[in-house]
Each structure stands twice: as structure tokens, then as C-alpha cells.
RNA sequence: GCCAGUGUAGCUCAGUUGGUUAGAGCGAGGGACUCAUAAGCCCUAGGUCACAGGUUCGAUCCCUGUCACUGGCACCA
């Protein structure tokens, strides 16, 4: 059986969730909702982040441990997925035992994989870095922080020198594997990056990539974090906490043998990682590989990044100092889980931008779901139940309308291929044609008058089961986006879902009776006010 | 500054591996119908595909330059 190994970013516990926040894990359910359609084993992984700097800060600020902080924020992820239907295999969160001893067990790895002419780590190392330091920050400052006279402005507080030991990963010695890497993968048609236009922006960026990863922080300056394993004095800083728990939590994988175990490369030979533009360079597209280098991963074994893009609010970026985020909790309470997916999956080209409109949420809903879909099965089962008591009897379909559901097949073929691309905008698309396909059939085939003349029966008939048949191939094309509305659907048509690879026509059962129908996606009236 | 992305109908956006009449949805106008969630169907929009060059038999789609907007280059979907 294939497999279909799927990650999300993990979101740093340090506030609420966002509408980016869920976009993604949608976009990875849905996906992951696909391939298990299609007869794949799957396996969806998402987390939570809930080490490092910012975390401790705001921990100390309310007074409570930063275990107890990040656990409160971690309840709200939780309880969001649960509320969106997004449904996981494992919960990656990086305080987690099994986490952290995946991590030290891999630094170790790197630690002591020596160079035998020199005796020292082929991986890691440790040096002093001194310079510019500025206290409110915690961060070290380089010359681009200056402003135009020279001098560090006020915003970053005190600025002092300092000198700081800390440990490094060999990066930059890996530039030319990682371009070879990268034209290897497009020149096979499997581009490390998809969609295609950010490889040009990797490849740039690590034409230019100079100097080593800083892997640690001095436990005195940040102690909310995995301690190294060879040195108590540091704990691991966030890339390589962070970025191992695709692999900590990966099916299978176990960090302490020289090649991973075989269940764990069946796995991982799949993976995609689901992740926003904003963590691809450098993490994604350069850390991450080379780290995978390091532990022995060829390159038949790197992953695929998968980079969406992101929801801006009327054509701003969403930060909090804006003021301008959107809570999905409150969405999903105010219009349903179901409008509030159909419209993330409906209305971005997957890596592109978009802007977010509660207006336009409410008029793909009521557009697409209500007018278009909702309404065909309403009035297919009506007309079934009313002409035919529910049961149409079984003839050949005329040439007219098994062009009509090859036309659907083709539509479902053409479906496949953008749900693979993990270009679900595109999918839904095709399942627009469908649905308006059907609703025109309606209107040109006029049933109503149909049923008044005795010799049209057959033709009746025949229209009927194509309309019930076009409704299943909807539904059945709905399934990864609204698993519950579809399977409601499919239920009033009392029919099951229609095979992905399906191909020919395929008529009604014998003895076939459909259900009662009952308004699926009730329309959205206006926007809601919000709460005063 | 460097790099990347974007710039397509009133609005929001697809798309074109270069090739006869550039697409969708919404909005707007008109029409016929009644099975249906007053939903659906049909017809209508005529946009120099940012601007200027270049390559080509032919460019919106390739190349160069210009302008505008956005993002990355520091944590951050």
C-alpha cells in the first residue's frame, strides 16, 4: 500500500492561534483526507513549539512556570483542531520526553561523529563570537541594526559588548551539495520546493549562504530549553529543537542506530512538509537538509516542502501589533467549521497570498455550498421523491447523458491530479463543474415537464439518475474538504461514495431509494455583528 | 541595499510548457422557467494581460530595462 506522510509547522505557544495558523493545519488535513481517499496509508503530524526566549519571558510575566504557560496555550491549538475538524496521527509537541531525548540523542550522534585526522566533530563545534549585545533584545546586533549615523537607536536599550562561547553547526561547507540537491530535484520533475516559483528564491538565497548555524544559547541567558547533552552549560536553540520533531515523532523512528530502521524510511521517503513562506529560508530550505545530511539521510531521502502562502487582511500583513488578526475560533463559532474550511481551501491558490473577507467567506459559502451544491441535491431528491417516490427505474442512460457523466469523470480525473499538487483551490474548482454541470442539466431537461407526459417516463428516469449520480460524484470530491456535510449528502442520496479511480459509467443500484432531503448548508444571511 | 514575488475585466483572482475569438466568481443589465435553500438556468461585460524595448513567422506567457506594491534578508502560519 502506498503511504502518505504529511507534516505542518509546528506554532510557537507564546499566544492564541490565527486564521494563519489554521490554514495550514486545514490545508494538511484536507490533503491528508485525500490520499487516505484514495486508498494510502496516511500518516498527519502537527504540534506545538514550546521552548525558547519568548515563552520564558511571558511565563515570568504571569508568574507561573513556562511548562504551565505553554500548557495553557497549547490547550487553545488543541481545542481549535478539535473545532475545525482537523484530525492528527501524533501530536508533535517539544516538551515531550520523547522529544527531547530524540534531540540529544542526535546532537550527541553529531557530536561524536569525529573526523578521524583530526579527532575533532565532523558536525558541531565551539567558538567564541563577541560583539554588540543588547539587553532589552537578548540578541546580538550586526552593523545593519545600526541607523544612519552609526549608532544604535533607542530601541534596543542598553548595548553592550560582549563575548559569548556557544556551539555551531557546520553549514556553509554544504553550500554546493544543497544546490546540487535542489537542480537535481527540478531537473527530475520533483522539485524540492513546491509550488516551483520559490525555488528560484532557495536557490538564491543559498548561492549566498555564508557562515555556520548557532545551535545554542548559554542556559544563563535561556534556560526554557533541551539541554545539550555534552555540555549542562547550553541548551539546544530553537532550529534544532524545533525542525527534529519531524523526525522525533515520525512512525517509526528511532534516533540511536547508524541507518533509521526500514518502517520509519517507508514513511519518510513520503513526507511533505506543509509549511508558510515565511519559515522556508533559511529553516526550511537549509537547515533542515543539511541536518538530514548530517544524520546520514541520502539525497533520495529528502523531504518536499510544500510552501503555502499567507492570508493578508485587506492587503496588509497579520501581525499582532497591527491589531489586525483574525480569531478562527470565532469564525468557526460565527458561521460554522464548514464555511470557515470551505472558504480557507476555496479561495487561495495553495503558495500564493490572499486577502481575507468575512464578505467573501459568507458569498463562497452561500454561492458554492448553498446555491450551488446544497441547492442541486435539494431539488434532485425532491423531484426523485415526487415523480418517482424515490426510485427511478433503471434504464441506459441515452448518449446525451453519459456524455454527461463522462464529462463528470472527466472532471473527477481532473480533480485527482490538483488534489495530488496539493492545489485544492483547483480541486474544488473542478467539483464546481460538476455541480453546475448538474444544475444546468435541470434546467435544459426541465423534469417538471417531463412528468407530465406519460411518453417521456423513460427519459425521466434517465435524467433523474444522472442528476443523483452527478450529485454522488460532488460529494464524493467534497469528502477531504467537508468530510461531514459530504457524508450527509451521501446519505440523502443513500449512496456511498464513488471510487477516485473509478472510470466508465456506473448506473444506480438495483432496487435503488434514495433519502429525504434536508437543506445541508442552510444560506448565511449577512454578516453577523460582532459582539458588542 | 540585496533577493524574490506580484502587477490580467468595476471588485477578488485563475490561466497561458509562446500560436486561431485571454478565463472564472462576484457585482451590473436583460430574458425564459418553477423541481429546489426567492436557490437554479440562458444571454450580455468587450480588459493596450503595469510601461518601454528585444528575441520570434508570432508574446500577455521568454529576455533586458523602468515603475508600483508586497515579502524575505532578525524570532514569527
Known sequence: ?????????????????????????????????????????????????????????????????????????????????????????????????????????????????????????????????????????????????????????????????????????????????????????????KPFVVPEFRVSELRNAVEKLEGDLCISRPKNRLSWGIEFPFDPGFVTYVWFDALVNYLSFAPGYDPIPTRPPHEFLAWWRTVIHDIGKDILIPAHGVYWPVMLKALGFSDAEMPTLLVHGWWNISGAKMSKSLGNTVDPDVLADRYGRAALRYYLMADIATGRDADFSEERLIQRYNVDLANGLGNLVNRTLNMTLKYREGSPAPIDLPADLATHLTANTLAQETYVRSMRDGQVQAGLESLGDVVNRANALVDASAPWKLAKDPEQADRLDAVLATLILSARTAATMLLPVLPEAAAEILEQLNLVAAPLEERGLELLPAGYRCGEPKPVFPRLDAIVPPEA
Not at 546580538?140 to 563575548?163: A, C, H, I, M, S
Not at 556557544?166 to 544543497?178: C, G, S
Request: aromatic share 12%.
Open 1 to 189: 500500500m502506498n503511504r502518505f506522510f504529511i507534516t505542518t509547522a509546528i506554532d510557537y505557544t507564546n499566544g492564541a492561534p490565527h486564521i494563519g495558523h489554521a490554514y495550514e493545519k486545514v490545508l494538511a488535513d484536507v490533503l491528508a483526507r485525500f490520499h487516505r481517499q484514495t486508498g494510502e496509508e496516511v500518516f498527519l503530524l502537527t504540534g506545538v513549539d514550546q521552548h525558547g526566549q519568548k515563552v520564558q519571558q511571558s511565563a515570568e510575566r504571569e508568574g507561573i512556570a513556562p511548562q504551565e504557560y505553554v500548557d495553557g496555550v497549547t490547550a487553545k491549538f488543541l481545542a481549535l483542531w478539535e473545532k475545525l475538524g482537523v484530525v492528527y496521527d501524533d501530536w508533535a509537541a517539544t516538551t515531550a520526553p520523547k522529544h527531547k531525548e530524540c534531540v540529544r540523542a542526535i546532537l550527541t550522534r553529531l557530536w561524536e561523529d569525529r573526523d578521524p585526522a583530526t579527532g575533532a566533530s565532523r558536525w558541531i563545534y565551539k567558538a567564541a563570537r563577541a560583539g554588540h549585545y543588547s539587553v532589552r533584545q537578548e540578541q546580538f546586533l550586526t552593523d545593519k541594526e545600526r541607523g544612519p549615523n552609526g549608532e544604535f537607536g533607542p530601541e534596543w536599550g542598553q548595548v553592550e559588548y560582549r563575548e559569548e562561547e556557544n556551539y555551531y553547526f557546520r553549514l556553509a561547507e554544504h553550500r554546493q551539495w544543497l544546490l546540487d540537491l535542489i537542480d537535481a530535484r527540478s531537473g527530475e520533475g
